[in-house]
T-cell receptor
Framework: GAVVSQHPSRVICKSGTSVKIECRSL??????MFWYRQFPKQSLMLMAT?????????EQGVEKDKFLINHASLTLSTLTVTSAHPEDSSFYIC????????????FGEGSWLTVV | RKEVEQDPGPFNVPEGATVAFNCTYS??????FFWYRQDCRKEPKLLMS???SGNEDGRFTAQLNRASQYISLLIRDSKLSDSATYLC??????????FGAGTRLTVKP
């Protein structure tokens, strides 16, 4: 079964509105989650590392005020795309760090965002 | 220099062929190594971990050379269903993961 659940899987929104994407760890507590963006036929790009109870760490070039990340609990991280523009249309994926003996990451199913 | 670099591809091979992907990483302190597979418009999924002694899972063989900071993935007797993008992933430590850009493989009849 799924280890990480991401919702919604697809969303269409109007320019200027905000969209929230949820990432839930189903099988274990996750102190660290990752958010990625992937444009068609391009590679996965890490946007930010989400840490439970503290501020997210953003990669260079990613606007933290536009892509708001909240990791308020050990099982939930959210990404909010604020004031969305058509160029924000992309595939957004979260992943959860499974440390300890697992020592790898598991991905959510991804969310397709289309801004019209 | 990128932290994780892969063969750019794409690789187009016939069914039954053997194909090898290479990956290099820059952080010599990296601790764990993985190959992920990503199908079109889907999330990446773990294919296999890579161990220092090398490991095999059916038609897939992964090798790690720490001295050269090099990882490889060999696919034997390739199937149509092997068509995907293969991502080299390196854990440099501290709950972090770094991805290569991926190598696209297309297996043709």
């Amino acid at each position: 079964g799924a280890v990480v659940s991401q919702h919604p899987s697809r969303v269409i929104c109007k320019s200027g509105t905000s969209v929230k994407i949820e990432c839930r760890s189903l099988d274990f507590q996750a102190t660290t989650m990752f958010w990625y963006r992937q444009f068609p036929k391009q590679s996965l790009m890490l946007m930010a590392t989400s840490n439970e109870g503290s501020k997210a760490t953003y990669e260079q070039g990613v606007e933290k005020d536009k892509f708001l990340i909240n990791h308020a609990s050990l099982t939930l991280s959210t990404l909010t795309v604020t004031s969305a523009h058509p160029e924000d249309s992309s595939f957004y994926i979260c992943s959860v760090w499974a440390g300890g003996s697992g020592n790898t990451i598991y991905f959510g199913e991804g969310s397709w965002l289309t801004v019209v | 220099r990128k932290e994780v670099e892969q063969d750019p591809g794409p690789f187009n091979v016939p069914e039954g062929a053997t194909v090898a992907f290479n990956c290099t990483y820059s952080n010599s302190a990296s601790q764990s190594f993985f190959w992920y597979r990503q199908d079109c418009r889907k999330e990446p999924k773990l294919l296999m971990s890579v161990y220092s002694s090398g490991n095999e899972d059916g038609r897939f063989t992964a090798q790690l050379n720490r001295a050269s900071q090099y990882i490889s993935l060999l696919i034997r007797d390739s199937k149509l269903s092997d068509s995907a993008t293969y991502l080299c992933v390196v854990n440099p430590g501290d709950n972090d993961m770094r991805f290569g850009a991926g190598t696209r493989l297309t297996v043709k009849p």
